[in-house]
């Protein structure tokens, strides 16, 4: 419903929202006459996800809920309000950003009062003020950051919940497998033992994967109880329980990690999340009579590790993309889920590091090496 606009309440509102804060009172003027206001109840769709953007609004008053679609099956459909936009907050950022879809639904939670602009009319203000379009547009970006981060953080805060409310299931049907192969139910011939053998297998990956949702999700919420820890025994208790796995591929294991490393702060056992990984990584596309090796070094500001290997390295295509989230490279029936190195990264970022990748390693010509350091105690 449109309402007849008063001039001086809608520069005002102009003047301290997201989108034209710092706009002087002349530049604000010329906005008002592409401004109308539109009045909706609450519960009203005012834009759908999807669908072209021709509109931008900013709230006068009321609140409007930001909902983005969840596809939890072919059959259901479900949305989850990932942000709540008050007076003088943007709709419809992608308005003026190509494609100019509109990337989430929004719904009035209450009776809202929204100042309304075309978008073309606005781009064609700003081809003829640049300025003001310079603004306009640093503001967006601002206000696109702050709202794709939340964005982020409330998806990985539902999919931790999914995946908590999956976990418990799923293990109380492997303890089931467990029940049927110790034969407590009966005995079982070894057709059935094969297929129970094959599913429990199975449902322990998928428990895997549960489990690495769940710290992918967790992670970024800064979920991490830093304290002082010796990263020398960190490493030490990885290379112990690798060791047989490496051994069992017939691979050399070689340390060079001096015991007085100096202190940082963090995780252990999120630490040794990260050490693990790239070992597991690197014994696993390393074939036999290669090495692994693993050296530590004190550094100015920080401590370094690095984890090489002898192995079939990484396609340069792939090597700038092995840290995202879910990619598997081209070996997908090797390489899992595709979230140990995104679990990796996001561990060393949480401690205030960093992470990368070589291949072929400088020194052998082969293989790969990863890099990460983190910062040392400095405090003590």
């Given at each position: 419903?449109?309402t007849?606009?008063?001039?001086?309440?809608?520069?005002e509102?102009?003047?301290?929202?997201?989108?034209?804060?710092?706009?002087?009172?002349?530049?604000l003027?010329k906005l008002?006459?592409?401004c109308?206001?539109?009045?909706?109840?609450a519960g009203?769709?005012?834009?759908p996800?999807?669908?072209p953007?021709?509109?931008m609004?900013?709230?006068?008053?009321?609140?409007?809920?930001?909902?983005?679609?969840?596809?939890?099956s072919?059959?259901v459909?479900?949305?989850?309000?990932?942000h709540?936009?008050t007076q003088?907050?943007?709709?419809?950022?992608?308005?003026?950003?190509?494609?100019?879809?509109?990337?989430?639904?929004g719904?009035?939670?209450?009776?809202?009062?929204?100042?309304?602009?075309d978008?073309?009319?606005?781009?064609?203000?700003?081809?003829?003020?640049?300025?003001?379009?310079?603004?306009?547009?640093?503001?967006?970006?601002k206000?696109?950051?702050?709202?794709?981060?939340?964005?982020?953080?409330?998806?990985?805060?539902?999919?931790?919940v999914?995946?908590?409310?999956?976990?418990?299931?799923?293990?109380?049907?492997?303890s089931y497998?467990?029940l049927?192969?110790?034969?407590?139910?009966?005995e079982?011939?070894?057709?059935?033992?094969?297929?129970?053998?094959?599913s429990?297998?199975?449902?322990s990956?998928?428990?895997?994967?549960?489990?690495?949702?769940?710290?992918?999700?967790?992670?970024?919420?800064?979920?991490?109880?830093?304290?002082?820890?010796?990263?020398?025994?960190?490493?030490?208790?990885?290379?112990?329980?690798?060791?047989?796995?490496?051994e069992?591929?017939?691979?050399?294991l070689?340390?060079?990690?001096?015991?007085?490393?100096?202190?940082?702060?963090?995780?252990?056992?999120?630490?040794?999340?990260?050490?693990?990984?790239?070992?597991?990584n690197?014994?696993?596309?390393?074939?036999?009579?290669?090495?692994v090796?693993v050296?530590?070094k004190?550094?100015?500001d920080y401590?370094?590790?690095?984890?090489?290997?002898?192995?079939?390295?990484?396609?340069?295509?792939e090597?700038?993309?092995?840290?995202?989230?879910?990619?598997?490279?081209?070996?997908?029936?090797?390489?899992?889920?595709?979230?140990?190195?995104?679990?990796?990264?996001?561990?060393?970022?949480a401690?205030?590091?960093?992470i990368?990748?070589?291949?072929?390693?400088?020194?052998?010509?082969?293989g790969?090496?990863?890099?990460?350091i983190?910062?040392?105690?400095?405090?003590?």
């Open positions: 419903m449109k007849v606009i008063e001039l001086g309440s809608v520069k509102i102009l003047k301290h929202s997201d989108l034209f804060r710092g706009l002087s009172n002349d530049e003027d008002l006459p592409l109308r206001e539109e009045v909706y109840e009203t769709v005012i834009f996800e999807g669908t953007c021709h509109t609004y900013i709230v006068e008053s009321g609140k409007v809920a930001l909902e983005m679609n969840l596809h939890i072919r059959a459909e479900e949305s989850a309000t990932i709540v936009v003088g907050g943007c709709l419809c950022c992608s308005g003026l950003i190509d494609p100019y879809i509109l990337t989430a639904t719904r009035s939670l209450e009776r809202t009062k929204v100042i309304a602009l978008t073309v009319e606005l781009k064609g203000l700003f081809e003829d003020n640049p300025e003001v379009g310079c603004r306009t547009m640093n503001n967006l970006a206000v696109v950051s702050s709202r794709l981060k939340h964005a982020r953080e409330t998806m990985a805060c539902i999919l931790s999914i995946f908590h409310d999956l976990k418990a299931p799923l293990a109380a049907v492997e497998n467990r049927l192969l110790g034969e407590f139910a009966g079982l011939n070894e057709e059935q033992k094969n297929i129970v053998q094959r429990s297998k199975r449902l990956e998928l428990l895997n994967l549960v489990s690495n949702m769940i710290d992918f999700s967790r992670i970024g919420f800064g979920d991490l109880r830093m304290e002082r820890i010796s990263l020398a025994k960190v490493i030490e208790d990885c290379l112990e329980a690798m060791h047989p796995l490496a069992g591929k017939g691979l050399q070689v340390a060079e990690v001096p015991r007085e490393l100096p202190a940082i702060l963090g995780v252990q056992e999120r630490l040794k999340q990260v050490v693990r990984n790239l070992l597991s690197a014994i696993k596309f390393t074939p036999s009579g290669g090495v090796t050296k530590a004190d550094d100015i401590v370094e590790v690095e984890v090489a290997d002898t192995g079939i390295g990484i396609p340069a295509k090597l700038p993309r092995i840290f995202d989230g879910f990619y598997r490279g081209l070996d997908i029936a090797e390489r899992g889920a595709g979230l140990g190195l995104s679990i990796t990264k996001s561990i060393v970022e401690h205030h590091g960093r990368w990748a070589v291949s072929p390693c400088s020194e052998s010509g082969k790969s090496k990863f890099t990460f983190l910062p040392k105690d400095l405090e003590r």
